[in-house]
């Protein structure tokens, strides 16, 4: 086959610039945007212009992607902010509960030109910028909805910090969320019964928010302030890195999530306290599960603590380390950081019970809970350790796990990406062949995967067909 032919004309590109979202896993809710009938997709595939109301052919660009419990949000290069899924708490911020399983705008923040999103179990938040903006409004302005959050339209939310804080990064939880200010100030709100709130006791009922000011560097002296960079929230704990590289954990600590030996306050830590064992270590960032959490150094490596029962620390079923404590034989947890991978790691994601990574060889790798296909390519229920992940193409700049299913963001980031976009966008079972060996010949090492990949099911190596409707 003709690469012309596979092109199409030729065009003239004065900027290469163009992304890609990829979503696959759980879909009973439609959550990964594809219209199958199936509740498992287990191959990553791009997400066509076409179901954000763009023309076929478009070059199309995004900045983020967030993945909830069962509901995913993208922003859009435009500052537009689109959502799918379920919608039982009005977390897709459309003024309904039914759920939808095509993207759709926001049109209440079609004045705002947002720039980042969080989903949590039931709720979504964004970070935006009023699109005319005199400069007398902040350039970061929080906006909340879904469970927990008083409505299921996005609402202006400052909470405990003052009227136009610039606000940094937000995180939203199983039932807490917790934002950043441009200062390093964090702020928590939601439920508080296992300490998420990082208030120093629990409580019952819906918080209202409050400044985080009581950081615990040891024990045995007084807990003072902090900070931060940059935040997580899981289930029921939270993560956050200061501007010295040190971790910070509070909240449920029943499965270890915490990353400290012991704990202060039967199953939990009420206040933020540093993470010891990672003493010397400088982190840059930090990712929560269901009851896992995640860390990357300065230097790429990457290490993870908590529950492991289902692969998701990526450490495999059996090990002969004494700080794992089985029970019941099969339960696995890591009380303290465990190094998984030595270095290359550039960004983590964990979702529920699975965890993603990219490395600097531009390649993505997933482990734990894979039923659904959300984890790796391995049709195994359980990844133990970590697997590829081989179906995308571009320059990774955001991984998103949630409940079940999975999201990557890609950039091409010059002419030869944009080609490689082009060629996986056409490659067929039929073609297959003839575009690896374009891409073996010009290095295009992610297109080769990808081709490899589908010439395996080509000789019915496993994969179940899905039928695109979109």
């Known amino acids: 086959m003709e690469i012309g032919k596979i092109l199409g004309e ?9 992304s890609a979202i990829y979503v696959w896993g759980y879909n009973q809710r439609g959550q990964t945007g594809r219209r199958e009938k199936e509740h498992k997709l287990r191959i990553p595939r791009q997400l066509p212009p076409e179901l954000f109301g763009c023309p076929a052919g478009v070059s199309t660009r995004w900045l983020d992607v967030a993945c909830g419990w069962e509901h ?3 922003v859009a290069s435009d500052g537009s902010l689109f959502t799918w899924g379920a919608n039982d708490f009005g977390q897709l911020g459309d003024g309904t509960e039914e759920s939808r399983k095509y993207p759709k705008k926001v049109d209440l923040l079609s004045t705002e030109f947002v720039k980042s999103v969080s989903c949590g179990t039931n709720c979504t938040a964004a970070i935006a910028e009023p699109r005319k903006n005199d400069g007398t409004v ?4 929080l906006w909340v909805w879904g469970q927990n959050q008083g409505s299921n339209y996005p609402r202006l939310f400052w909470g405990a910090f003052a009227p136009n804080t610039v606000i940094r990064q937000v995180s939203c939880g199983s039932v807490h969320v917790v934002a950043l200010s441009e200062d390093g100030l964090l702020q928590s709100w939601g439920y508080n019964e296992y300490g998420q709130l990082g208030r120093g006791f629990t409580c019952e009922g ?8 009581a950081y615990a560097k040891h024990l ?3 807990p003072e302030e902090v900070n931060i960079t940059q935040v997580s929230c899981g289930e029921y704990h939270t993560a956050a890195v200061s501007e010295t590289g040190d971790v910070y954990t509070w909240g449920l600590g029943n499965m270890y999530q915490l990353g400290h030996c012991s704990l202060q306050s039967e199953d939990k830590e009420l206040l933020p306290r540093r993470v010891v064992a990672l003493d010397g270590v400088h982190i840059t960032s930090v990712a929560c599960g269901g009851v896992h959490t995640c860390a990357v150094t300065i230097k790429g490596a990457l290490y993870a603590w908590g529950g492991g029962q289902v692969g998701q620390l990526g450490l ?3 090990t002969s380390s004494a700080s794992f404590i089985f029970k019941d034989s099969q339960l ?3 009380n303290i950081p465990a190094m998984v991978i030595p270095s290359g790691v550039q960004l983590v994601a964990c979702g529920h019970s699975h965890t993603l990574i990219s490395t600097s060889d531009g390649r993505i790798h997933g482990w734990g809970y894979n039923s659904y296909g959300q984890a790796s390519n391995d049709k ?7 697997s590829p992940v081989d179906w995308c193409v571009g320059e990774v700049r955001k991984l998103a796990a949630g409940g079940g299913h999975s999201a990557v963001l890609t950039d091409a980031c010059s002419l030869k990406d944009l080609c490689e976009f082009r060629l996986a966008e056409n490659v067929t079972l039929e073609n297959a062949a003839h575009i690896e060996d374009v891409a073996f010949r010009t290095s295009s090492d992610a297109l080769v995967r990808l081709c490899g990949r589908l010439r395996e099911m080509q000789c019915g190596d496993g994969w179940e067909s899905e039928e695109d409707e979109s």
Not at 138 to 141: L, N, W
Not at 206 to 213: A, F, S, T
Not at 380 to 386: D, K, L, M, N, R
């Open 72 to 74: 995913t949000a993208a």
């Open 316 to 318: 495999g079923p059996q």
């Open 138 to 141: 902040s350039t970061g302005r």
């Open 206 to 213: 819906l918080q209202r928010p409050g400044v985080l000011k």
């Open 10 to 18: 030729s065009k003239s590109v004065s900027v290469p610039t163009k």
């Open 380 to 386: 195994s229920t359980y990844a133990w350790y970590p």
């Open 332 to 334: 696995m947890l890591r």
């Open 220 to 222: 045995d002296e007084a």
